[in-house]
Every structure is written in C-alpha cells, then in structure tokens.
C-alpha cells in the first residue's frame, strides 16, 4: 500500500516565513465600498451613550431656561409701582375734573344771577317814568285840596314802591343828608350858612339803585356857604 507525500523538514523550512499572495478577484465596485465595521459580540451595533447625549443636550436646556427667566415679565414691586402709579394718575384727573366742574358750576350760578339782575333793572328802569307820574299827581292833589283823589293815588304809589322794594330796589332820597355824587346829580346850588357845605337842600326827582349799581341817581340842589363839612372818622384815620 502506498503512503502519502509527507512534506519533508527541509520544504517546511523553506516554506515558513513566506507570505503567499492572494489575489482580489472582486468587481471594481465592490472594491471601493467600505468594508462594514463587525458587530460586538452582542449583535446589536454601537450607539453614542446616554451620558454623552445629556452632556450635549445641557447646555442648550440651560439657555432655553434662561430665555424664559428674561421674558418671565416685570417683578411684583415693580407692578405695585406701576399700579400704584396709575391710581396716583386717577387721582390726579378726577381732582383736576372736580375743580373744573366746581368753577363751572360757580360761573353758571353767577351768569344765571347776573342775567337775572339785568332782567330786573330792565323792567324797574321802564317803571320808574310810572312812579314820578304818580309822584306829580300825589303833589297836585296835595297843593289843590284834592283829598280822596290824594288818598287813592298815595296807596297806589306806595303798592308799587313795596313790590320793587321786594325785588331789590331801593329809593336814593337824600334830603339833608352829605352830598354823594355817585348817587346823586346836583342840579343847582343854594346858599345856606346854617348847615354845612354840600348838603342836600332839595330832592327834585329821587333815585332809584339795586344792590350796589345805581339805576338812575337823584336830581338835587346842594347847599354853599356853611361851614366845612367834617370828613368821616374812618376817612380821618386813613
């Protein structure tokens, strides 16, 4: 029986050492594909590590969680302030609407006081020609005799006096009394050295004034000749 070619010791020594060459016989293609990296033991293929991604994902959180703090709004204190602020604004307007609506209130009373006023000496001063007629005839009944026609028209005046008296008018008759001119016009001059200079010696037609304005000063005569009237003691003191 045959036995097998054994290599001998010499051919095994001349054969280690020696690379043997080994040709690709791969397509072109195939070649320049990169070669896909083993699988660990496990079969499952390596992924990044969770702590690599929470380190890497930190850093963005961080910043997020900042934007919201800056845009979070205004403080409590500074929203106390703030309202604190509008309430003092409130304030100041309804102050500022309350005293216009005071100074309106106030002219309105005048005008309506001052507008009621020329009403009224309107109507007195279209009068007054009617009182100096009954003034005429209550002096020619007076001088002529005429008793019951005296009577009669010296009720009547005194009627019409009182209503005009209730609505303010007063009656300038200063007969004996210092000269005023502002409520009394001197028509002539009479010479008296009994009684001080400048004295009301006649009433010719008396005036008539409401309040503080004179409707129609009186129409008088004023003495001359007498002694220097004394001034007043306030007058004196000034």
């Given at each position: 029986m045959a036995q097998p070619n054994q290599p001998t010791p010499e051919r095994a020594a001349q054969g280690a050492g020696k690379s043997i060459p080994?040709?690709?016989?791969?397509?072109?293609?195939?070649?320049?594909?990169?070669?896909?990296?083993?699988?660990?033991?496990?079969?499952?293929?390596?992924?990044?590590?969770?702590?690599a991604a929470a380190a890497e994902a930190a850093p963005q959180g961080e910043?997020?969680?900042?934007?919201?703090?800056?845009?979070?709004?205004?403080?409590?204190?500074?929203?106390?302030?703030?309202?604190?602020?509008?309430?003092?604004?409130?304030?100041?307007k309804y102050l500022r609407l309350h005293a216009e609506w005071d100074t309106?209130?106030?002219r309105t009373t005048e005008q309506r006081e001052v507008e009621k006023a020329r009403a009224t000496e309107k109507?007195?001063?279209?009068?007054?020609?009617?009182?100096?007629d009954f003034e005429r005839t209550i002096d020619y009944a007076t001088k002529n005799g005429e008793g019951g026609l005296f009577d009669g028209v010296k009720a009547v005046h005194a009627k019409l006096v009182d209503v005009l008296k209730k609505d303010g008018v007063e009656v300038i008759d200063p007969a004996g009394e210092a000269f005023d001119a502002l409520e009394a016009q001197a028509v002539a001059t009479v010479d008296d050295a009994s009684v001080p200079d400048e004295t009301v010696?006649?009433?010719?037609?008396?005036?008539?004034?409401?309040?503080?304005?004179?409707?129609?000063?009186?129409?008088?005569?004023?003495?001359?000749?007498g002694p220097k009237r004394?001034?007043?003691?306030?007058?004196?003191?000034?």
């Open positions: 080994v040709e690709d016989d791969r397509p072109a293609d195939a070649k320049a594909q990169p070669q896909a990296r083993p699988a660990d033991a496990s079969g499952s293929k390596e992924t990044p590590s969770s702590d910043a997020i969680e900042a934007e919201v703090i800056e845009d979070a709004g205004p403080s409590a204190d500074e929203q106390v302030a703030q309202a604190k602020a509008e309430a003092q604004d409130w304030q100041d309106y209130r106030r109507l007195v001063t279209s009068l007054l020609p009617v009182i100096d010696s006649e009433v010719y037609q008396r005036g008539y004034k409401m309040g503080t304005k004179v409707l129609r000063p009186a129409m008088v005569t004023v003495t001359s000749g004394e001034k007043p003691q306030e007058d004196a003191e000034k």
